[in-house]
């Protein structure tokens, strides 16, 4: 499923804002808290996918302004910061084409967000943190 995967990897934006620090952001997002251990690993201290991550629950990694899913990684080239969202330009590449997107990333609690996208199809898509 390839609907939310540029939204999904640009999320975390890890850049400065006035409501989150870009380091509370930092480290592995899955749509399924229940799935963790099967998506995420970390081998000498830096976190990955397992092999078939994405078999199992949606997710990605953020470290600094890079975003990394299971298909695409995404630089942040650009953040507005509206109070508890916040909304993002990306760069995103899949190893063949590379494009822009825009997301809204919404903050409910420390371990929680949402991303939204109005375009092409309105979507949202919960995330949650996980322990690693």
């Given amino acids: 499923m390839r609907i939310f995967n540029p939204l999904v990897t640009a999320i975390l934006l890890v850049t400065q804002s006035a409501s989150v620090q870009a380091a509370d952001l930092n480290g592995a997002w899955s749509v399924d808290a229940s799935a963790c251990g099967q998506i ?4 000498n201290n830096i976190l990955a996918f397992k092999k078939d991550a994405d078999l199992h629950a949606g997710g990605l990694i953020v470290q600094g302004r890079q975003v990394t899913g299971t298909f695409e990684k995404c630089t942040v080239r650009s953040l507005r910061d509206d109070g508890p969202t916040m909304r993002l330009t990306a760069s995103c590449s899949d190893g063949v084409s590379i494009s822009d997107v825009t997301f809204d990333v919404t ?7 949402t991303l939204s996208s109005k375009a092409p199809v309105p979507v949202q898509m919960p995330y949650v943190r996980c322990p690693m």
Wanted: avoid cysteine.
């Fill in 107 to 113: 903050f409910s609690g420390e371990n929680n967000i």
């Fill in 40 to 43: 995420f690993t970390r081998e």
